[in-house]
């Protein structure tokens, strides 16, 4: 079985730790979250005829009082980046994430991830804003970490772009 | 002082005035024109070297250390040669520094020496050490080693081999017995408390990082290579040839796997027998286990009999006892007989008694008692009696009051302090013992066997006895006393305010006065207790506002600690409860 690690990234608030909760059980508490800013949890998943054991390194919210710990992303294979599709502001926290990352490991595989399409009534979004961030449009999945809709989806595609892609230094 | 030399003929003329100059120049020196020039120039060189070296120095040194490294073998050999040449100065000049330090080096090898001497007398006098050196003979081996052995065991529970750059676990191995967590999120989280380490600290350079973490006798040891890190966990004290063999472990892996380290893609197929190497540091160390496992009969036998010892002794001891008090109670209860005390030595019991006259005689009693099989002795005291003494005594135990002698012309007096009713006044009066042996009887100023005293106590141990019964209700959630417990409240108050004047004249002490705060068990915990401290707080206002002595109240909120059959409307209340000691 391959191991990859995997890293959820995004604004504060939207949704990381409940997508992670809706995907995997975990053993550790999310204490580990507010003492060290990340909680690493795993999954294993089927990619083809071939098992994948992510490791899920879910790194504490950015805000404007909490920059990304770029320390957590090395050695990831792929990367989760998550935006609420309620707030639009999230979409400029994520662009600022991209540019950090795409500096450092321009080859990372992401996947774009709109959480809380449950609230459609409090929709902020318009696929310009999304476009902006210059993600294909097969890696973009509309979720909701309430209703458990295309959580799945997304991580198996995170996993099939790990397999895909070499570890970055 | 020499003044600078005048270039103006090297350089270019620039105007038409000066180029004539030049060529007038040229016209009376020659051929001689560039030979004085540069005698000129070369008569004054020292001293514009030495007017601009500082400052050529200094630019210089900032651009770059040329300077110095041209100048430190010039140095080198300067100080050697002054060295050489006058030892003695080079001695004075540096005695001062080195001897504090030499000093303090002294002062701190001797310190230390004492300490390990301290340390050693204590190992080899105590009585521990003394044990100690038994069991290593025991054992066959030298006190030494047996002391090593004891301070050294361990075990190696666990072996991680992960991933540098990504943190995924390669493979791991635990010993038997461990209980041992998902290895795969260890070795992430691991890496990730690792980097959270690095980073709060601000440590860049590879060796920085951390390669230990301890809590208890746990004690987790990471060796980091360049592509992979070796963490162990191990309980007990860690050995030097744990921390070895893990950087023995560690270089093997990579040495054999440089490759597979180098190309890891999250499989762990190019890492084939790599447990084997793991193995080898997943060791352990017991300490000496001199327990003996054999079953200990004799203590085993020796508790068992001392269990039944006790067992006979104790219900031996309460039949005799029994058996003594019913003797003593018959001799009570013979009329005339008073028991003073007794004494049980063997068989032998031995009764000290005070007969009044013209009481059964002692031999009479004798054979009248049942002695329940004791040697039965009397002691007899009646000869005492005409002890005054003696007589005070047993009238201070019949009366609860305090009486001494005094002696008088005729005769004795007896003496009476404390509390007497009017109806004890009398009845001492006419007592027996009292007529009898003493000429008058003398009651101090303090007595109180006045019938309005009397009165007195009674109505503070009333008083007393009401306000401690109090309690004022609420309703609910409120801290407010509702018009019908006003009532209740302004009665306790007077009821304080009599009881603290009553207190001084009968000699009473006030110490506090204590208000607690109740309330139901409805709502949260915090909140009530809140609650309950402000009801008591609240009574405590009114009491001091109506002038009861502020230093005596204290106030406890209480919570909601009733038994849950208590009706919730008597449960939200408060209660007062006053110390009082009596100073005689």
């Known amino acids: ?169 | 002082m020499a003044t600078e030399p005048k270039l103006e003929p090297v350089q270019p003329a620039k105007e038409s005035g000066q180029d004539d100059y030049g060529k007038l120049r040229s016209l009376i020196l020659g051929d001689d024109y560039e030979s004085v020039i540069t005698e000129r120039i070369k008569s004054n060189e020292t001293d514009r070297v030495a007017e601009v070296l500082p400052d050529a120095v200094a630019k210089r040194n900032a651009k770059d250390d040329s300077l110095s490294q041209q100048f430190s073998p010039l140095i080198q050999s300067s100080i050697d040669h002054a060295v050489n040449n006058n030892r003695r100065q080079f001695a004075q000049m540096i005695y001062p520094v080195i001897g504090p330090a030499v000093r303090k080096a002294v002062a701190s090898a001797l310190t230390e020496m004492i300490a390990k001497l301290n340390y050693l007398l204590k190992q080899s006098l105590t009585l521990s050490a003394v044990k100690g050196r038994f069991k290593a003979w025991r054992l066959g081996m030298s006190y030494g080693e047996y002391l090593i052995l004891q301070n050294l065991h361990y075990q190696v529970e666990q072996v991680f081999l992960i991933h540098q750059e990504t943190g995924l676990l390669i493979t791991s191995l635990s010993s038997d017995q461990v209980i041992k967590k998902d290895p795969d999120m260890v070795s992430a989280m691991l890496t990730a408390i690792s980097d959270f380490i690095s980073d709060s600290f601000e440590s860049t350079s590879a060796d920085s990082k951390l390669n230990a973490i301890k809590f208890g006798d746990f004690t987790l040891l990471i060796e980091r290579g360049p592509s992979a890190v070796v963490a162990i966990a191990v309980r007990g004290v860690v050995h030097q040839d744990v921390e070895n063999q893990l950087q023995e472990v560690s270089e093997q892996v990579h040495e054999k796997y440089s490759d597979a380290l180098e190309t890891f893609n999250g499989e762990a197929k190019g890492f084939a027998d790599v447990e084997d190497i793991l193995e080898s540091v997943l060791i352990h160390e017991e300490a000496i286990n001199e327990e003996d496992t054999s079953v200990p009969w004799f203590s085993i036998i020796a508790l068992g009999l001392l269990l039944v010892w006790g067992v006979v002794t104790g219900v031996n001891n309460a039949i005799m006892e029994s058996k003594v008090s019913q003797v003593i109670a018959a001799i009570g209860e013979t009329p005339g007989y008073q028991v003073l005390e007794h004494q049980l030595e063997d068989n032998q019991l031995t009764v000290a008694v005070i007969h009044a006259p013209g009481a059964k005689s002692i031999q009479q009693l004798q054979q009248q008692i049942d002695s329940q099989g004791f040697q039965l002795t009397f002691k007899n005291v009646l000869s005492e009696l005409s002890s005054p003494t003696m007589l005070a005594s047993i009238l201070s135990q019949q009366y609860s009051a305090k009486f001494s002698v005094e002696t008088a012309e005729a005769g004795f007096v007896l003496v009476a302090r404390g509390t007497l009713t009017d109806a004890q006044v009398e009845s001492l009066k006419s007592d027996s013992l009292v007529t009898s042996h003493f000429q008058s009887v003398r009651y101090e100023p303090i007595i109180l066997s006045s019938s309005i005293e009397s009165q007195y106590y009674a109505q503070f141990y009333s008083l007393l006895k009401t306000i401690n019964n109090t309690a004022i209700h609420f309703d609910v959630g409120s801290v407010m006393v509702s018009p019908e417990e006003s009532r209740a409240l302004t009665s306790t108050i007077q009821n304080i305010k009599a009881l603290s004047e009553l207190a001084p004249q009968l000699k009473q002490k006030i110490h506090q006065i204590a208000i607690m705060g109740y309330a139901d068990p409805l709502g949260d915990t915090t909140a009530n207790l809140s609650l309950s401290k402000s009801r008591a707080e609240h009574i405590a206002d009114m009491f001091k506002a109506n002038g009861i002595t502020e230093s005596l109240i204290i106030t406890w909120g209480m919570g909601a600690k009733d038994k849950s059959t208590v009706p919730d409307n008597l449960q939200r209340r408060v209660d007062i409860r006053i110390i009082t000691e009596s100073l005689e």
Request: proline share 1%.
């Open chain 1, 1 to 169: 079985m391959i191991s990859k690690k995997v890293t959820m990234v995004g604004a504060f608030a939207v949704g990381k730790t409940s997508l992670v909760r809706r995907f995997v059980e975990s053993i550790f508490s999310e204490k580990y979250h507010t003492t060290i800013g990340v909680k690493i949890d795993k999954k294993q998943v089927q990619v083809d005829q071939e098992m994948v054991q992510l490791m899920i390194w879910d790194i504490e919210g950015v805000d404007v009082f909490t920059e990304l710990n770029t320390t957590y992303l090395r050695g990831a294979s792929g990367m989760l980046l998550v935006i609420d599709g309620t707030r639009e502001n999230t979409v400029d926290a994520a662009q600022k994430i991209l540019d950090t990352v795409t500096n450092s490991m321009p080859e990372t595989p992401v996947v774009l991830v709109v959480n809380k399409c449950d609230l459609k009534s409090q929709w902020a979004l318009t696929n310009g804003q999304l476009s902006r961030l210059n993600i294909a449009e097969e890696n973009i999945f509309y979720t909701s970490a309430k209703t458990g809709e295309c959580v799945e989806e997304a991580f198996s595609r995170l996993a099939e772009l790990t397999l895909g892609s070499a570890i970055m230094e």
